[in-house]
């Protein structure tokens, strides 16, 4: 694996935003003056084998305590990190949900670069799903942790400089990163301030272990989750984050009906309680059941649209982390 110094900083251009400034390994200055890029080497003694990558927008200040946005990256099927690593790098800096909130909201954005590989195409690294989550032994093994070591790391990497983070952070995503937030928050829902996800194909996980008398085991539900995790579920934990779900009311892509996201069993458990159509048949039956439960949860769906975000949903996500800052 390919390591880095304590960091770098990617000289890229933002749009019609500033260019960023390159750092050395000195203090950063107590207002970020262009946008900027810094990478993290990967430390497996610290808990993650994988660097992540930090944006800073222009004008963050280190006058005040902040929070920290994470949005896992989704850099489709490739056999080499370096890919990732360049599609990630994308995303933090100008294309991510992730990167425009952080932007508007002037607070640090922290995005992994896990892999995904085209070879072993059934491990859905970006999505967290079972494969990944049963993963032993491998680089890949615990993803969850891994990011959680990273945002450790990255509050000590940033108060070094002045930056002061908050214990709690938002994470959000879209697609597979959206529900990688969602499963993610399921696990850890104490490390959690709020979170939102997008276009997550109608099934956000389901915090039963069943319903109709039918199991439902990890993604689809939590009935086998404790085992997995090695831990009980903390549901009162889950039911107190706020969390926000959205979906397309034209979004027809079903990760569902794909191998690599779901097995054969939980795809015909699926369609069969809840529904083929995404929205608003499936979507609604995900929203009874977290009605049911008490989930801190608002489901959102936007006319005109399919499997994407617009202006409106990305400055809808701003005020809804805007609200959760204080």
């Not at 509050?155 to 937030?181: E, P």
Request: with cysteine; aromatic share 10%; proline share 5%.
């Amino acid at each position: 694996m390919r390591l880095f110094t304590t960091f770098i900083a990617i000289l890229t251009l933002v749009g019609c935003r500033s260019v960023q400034s390159k750092y050395s390994e000195g203090k950063l200055p107590s207002v970020i003056a262009s946008d900027t890029l810094l990478q993290f080497a990967a430390k497996p003694r610290a808990g993650y084998k994988f660097d992540y990558l930090i944006y800073l927008p222009k004008g963050l200040k280190s006058d005040s305590t902040t929070y920290l946005m994470v949005e896992t990256n989704n850099t489709g099927l490739n056999d080499t990190i370096a890919y990732h690593e360049k599609k990630a790098r994308h995303a933090a800096l100008r294309s991510g949900v992730g990167n425009y909130t952080a932007w508007k909201l002037q607070i640090p954005l922290l995005m992994p670069i896990f892999p995904r590989s085209q070879t072993d195409w059934t491990l859905y690294t970006h999505a967290l799903d079972r494969d990944v989550l049963l993963s032993k032994g491998t680089d890949i093994e615990r993803l969850d942790l891994q990011l959680l070591a990273m945002i450790d790391d990255a509050r000590k990497q940033l108060a070094k400089h002045g930056y002061r983070l908050h214990d709690k952070f938002f994470i959000q995503g879209f697609s597979a990163s959206g529900t990688f937030a969602n499963r993610f928050t399921m696990l850890h829902p104490r490390r959690v301030k709020a979170m939102a996800a997008g276009g997550i194909n109608a099934i956000p996980i389901l915090p039963v272990p069943g319903v109709e008398g039918q199991t439902l085991n990890y993604p689809v539900g939590i009935a086998d989750l404790p085992t997995i995790i090695g831990k009980p579920v903390d549901m009162e934990g889950f039911k107190a984050v706020p969390q926000l779900l959205y979906m397309g009311a034209q979004d027809d892509n079903d990760a569902v009906a794909f191998d690599d996201a779901y097995s054969k069993e939980d795809r015909e458990l699926v369609f069969r309680l809840m529904g083929k159509q995404l929205v608003p048949q499936r979507w609604s039956f995900m929203e009874s059941v977290y009605r049911a439960q008490g989930i801190n949860a608002e489901f959102r769906t936007y006319p005109n649209i399919g499997h994407g975000t617009d202006r409106k949903i990305n400055n809808d996500l701003v005020e809804y982390f805007r609200k959760h800052m204080n």
